[in-house]
């Protein structure tokens, strides 16, 4: 998948498609993109809570504006979501909390847990990282690349389970 407007466009479908309990294919939500009549989707596999893991720093505007609609939808969504802090810049942590903290008060009591790390931004987030950001959904994976402009979706369950335990590594290893 390539192109700035459609790969945010597929953050935004398929964070809201979680948190509504539905299952929406690649091709449709490319379908959609294109004009293409609205498929119904199908509803998720299984009970419980609706769980979003997001690698992604918050200037992903879609991401974030995705997280406060699916917040809205269901108050029992869960999103965890791991963003770096500026080691050295301090003055750009403040910039990040601004976008984060709408998500933070559009929550309504959906869970939202935020993991940080301290390092240098720029320093494994920039174009020589190959894919640093991910984003897993109960059935898929959306790996992207550092400015957000391709992607690759894996709906490999052994892919997936792969990216979760990285990411449950990760998030242990944060604050």
Same mark, same amino acid.
């Given at each position: 998948m390539e192109g700035n407007a459609d790969l945010r466009y597929m953050i935004r479908v398929l964070?809201?498609?979680e948190a509504a309990g539905r299952r929406v294919g690649?091709?449709?939500a490319a379908g959609r993109r294109a004009g293409v009549q609205e498929a119904a989707g199908q509803r998720a596999a299984g009970h419980g809570k609706r769980h979003v893991r997001l690698f992604l720093q918050p200037e992903c505007a879609s991401a974030m504006e995705a997280l406060k609609n699916?917040?809205?939808m269901n108050p029992d969504f869960l999103?965890?979501?791991i963003v770096c802090l500026e080691k050295e810049k301090k003055t750009e942590n403040i910039i =990040? =909390?601004?976008d984060l903290i709408p998500v933070i008060l559009s929550r309504k009591g959906a869970d %939202? @847990?935020?993991y940080y790390y301290y390092d240098r931004v720029a320093a494994h987030l920039n174009s020589f990282s190959l894919m640093p950001y991910f984003l897993i959904t109960g059935d898929c994976v959306l790996n992207m690349d550092y400015e957000l402009e391709h992607g690759i979706? %894996? @709906?490999d369950p052994q892919i997936r389970d792969f990216f979760v335990k990285q990411f449950d590594r990760t998030a242990?290893?944060?604050r």
């Open positions: 964070i809201e498609q690649v091709q449709e699916g917040f809205k999103a965890e979501h =990040l =909390l601004q %939202y @847990r935020v979706i %894996y @709906r242990g290893a944060c």
